[in-house]
């Protein structure tokens, strides 16, 4: 029995010959196979022409299992031979997620209103993760943002949108996607998220964030986030839009609070922001550009 | 450089193809009948299928500025990707007929971004080419608007979910967490493509750091500097 150099993939094993693939027949595999075109190379690697010419052959408009298993000389009462374990797929609206791989922590209690100020002052009350992201989230700070949280920011990049220095930290890479002018760090007092968008009208004068979840999560496209979006604010310091207030009660761990209509923002759901909200603009833009 | 005969022409008419060993004019012209639009990235995986040897694919947005060295088991790709929903969204929606292999894949696998993509093992590489070829010729039966989701599913979410199937490893060159900070081994446009079409001052900018780069890194091949300049202008 002569073995092709090398394998066909089916019923979970490595084969190499007609007789093997025969015993091993994987109609969905090999369908794949067929269609791709590497079947008809192993075939011919095999020097199996009689086969090769039955599955010229082949009509592509009928039924493409049974035609190969004819084409190999298989019993058509022969099922796929597979015995791999099925596995359960999720439903399509859900994404498995544990609520221990949220990168939220314990108390992750925030709100996201116009009018609301976030005045955790110890990290207990503030942590949005294992890294203390939300770390220490004085009034008007927002400091030590994980990594793993906030796809795609360097360590601490939120670093202190206090009065002063709210500078975007090392997340430059991430300005320059929404930039349309450059690559800069964003710098300014109380202004870090506004620099970030062209149309600052939709994200706050004083540099808010606003424009935050208001509780249903919607997608944040690439090239569409100037519209979008979420609506609220939050406060960087009093008098000024767009900081989180410091709650306390049984919301659950990650869950949020929208002030004013008390809309319930779920961890599943603020995850998915995170990811569109990090992956769609990092999309857009690269990386490394502004490292050569 | 594997490529059409379009690309090939282009190359060797403007001194281009001195960057390579050889142009290899692998990608037929019908990509065997998938539909260009919704897979435009189709002729990559007939490439993968039909090199004469075994290579790491790179695509032409991606600069690899340092060798690196690869694994001789493990399949090697750019990084991983989240599964965010509007990329990936559940692959049944597609509505793809004749692709009986979808049933069996884990939904849940992190996608691999294939800017950089070696397969050491030749026969897993003929699975995962042929199967990916297989999903595209069945999806173009039912034409769509979409020109993202099918394709970075046929690519890069089939490919992590055939090593998952098989058992394969996949060894990434870089962090997904951690792909914005601070390195100088790898460049990838991306996205910033489109950027850099919009905006000239972005792409002038880019280009001329990179001719800089290429003189200081690669004093060699700065040569083709110039020859790139006039197939521009």
Redesign the interface.
């Known amino acids: 029995m002569k073995n092709c150099g090398w394998y066909l993939w089916l019923n979970g094993r490595k084969i190499y010959n007609i007789r093997d693939l025969r015993e091993n027949f994987d109609t969905a595999v090999l369908s794949g196979y067929f269609l791709g075109g590497s079947l008809m190379k192993w075939l011919s690697d095999l020097g199996e022409n009689s086969i090769i010419k039955r599955l010229g052959s082949v009509d592509m408009n009928s039924d493409i299992g049974s035609q190969l298993e004819f084409a190999f000389g298989v019993s058509p009462d022969i099922k796929s031979a597979h015995s791999g374990e099925i596995k359960p797929q999720n439903p399509p609206t859900e994404l498995p997620v544990k609520a221990s791989e949220l990168g939220i922590g314990d108390t992750a209690v925030f709100c996201f209103g116009r009018a609301s100020s976030f005045s955790a002052y110890s990290e207990a009350a503030s942590s949005f993760g294992a890294a203390g992201s939300f770390y220490g989230f004085a009034e008007s700070s927002f400091y030590g943002f994980a990594e793993s949280s906030f796809y795609g920011f360097a360590e601490s990049s939120f670093y202190s949108i206090a009065g002063t220095e709210s500078s975007f930290g090392l997340a430059s890479s991430y300005a320059a996607f929404v930039s349309v002018q450059a690559v800069n760090m964003i710098q300014s007092s109380g202004s870090s998220f506004r620099r970030l968008f062209a149309s600052s009208e939709i994200f706050g004068t004083a540099g808010s964030f606003r424009g935050f979840l208001s509780g249903s999560y919607k997608g944040f496209y690439a090239g569409s986030y100037l519209l979008s979006l979420f609506g609220g604010s939050f406060l960087i310091s009093s008098g000024m839009y767009g900081s989180f207030l410091r709650l306390s009660g049984a919301l659950g761990e990650g869950s949020f609070v929208y002030i004013n209509n008390g809309i319930t923002v779920t961890a599943e759901e603020f995850r998915r922001t995170l990811i569109n909200l990090s992956s769609c603009p990092l999309n857009a833009y690269g990386y490394g550009i502004n490292l050569v | 450089m594997v490529t059409d005969r379009a690309a090939a022409e282009y190359y060797r008419k403007n001194g281009i193809d001195k960057a390579w060993d050889s142009v290899l004019e692998l990608i037929p012209e019908d990509i065997?009948g998938i539909d260009p639009e919704m897979f435009w990235a189709a002729g990559k995986l007939i490439a993968l299928?039909d090199i004469p040897q075994n290579a790491a694919l790179i695509d032409e947005?991606l600069?690899v500025w340092n060798k690196t060295e690869l694994s001789g088991k493990a399949v090697t790709v750019a990084h991983r990707?989240?599964?965010?929903?509007?990329?990936y969204?559940?692959p049944?929606?597609f509505g793809v007929r004749?692709?009986?292999?979808l049933?069996?894949?884990?939904?849940?696998v992190l996608p691999c971004n294939t800017a950089f993509l070696h397969i050491p093992d030749?026969?897993?590489r003929?699975?995962y080419?042929?199967?990916?070829?297989?999903?595209m010729?069945?999806a173009s039966e039912n034409k769509c608007g979409d020109r993202l989701c099918r394709m970075v599913f046929a690519e890069q979410r089939l490919l992590a979910m055939l090593c998952e199937l098989?058992g394969t490893d996949i060894v990434p060159l870089m962090d997904?967490?951690?792909?914005?900070?601070?390195?100088?081994?790898?460049?990838?446009?991306?996205?910033?493509?489109?950027?850099m079409r919009d905006?000239e001052g972005?792409r002038a900018g880019?280009v001329n750091?990179?001719r800089e780069?290429i003189r200081n890194d690669f004093p060699d091949h700065a040569d083709l500097i110039g020859a790139i300049d006039e197939c521009t202008k």
């Open positions: 065997e299928r947005d600069i990707e989240y599964l965010s929903p509007d990329i969204p559940d049944r929606l004749g692709f009986p292999l049933d069996r894949l884990d939904f849940g030749d026969s897993f003929m699975f080419a042929g199967q990916s070829i297989a999903f010729k069945a098989t997904m967490d951690r792909l914005f900070i601070a390195q100088e081994n790898y460049t990838h446009l991306w996205g910033a493509k489109q950027a905006n972005l880019f750091r990179c780069r």
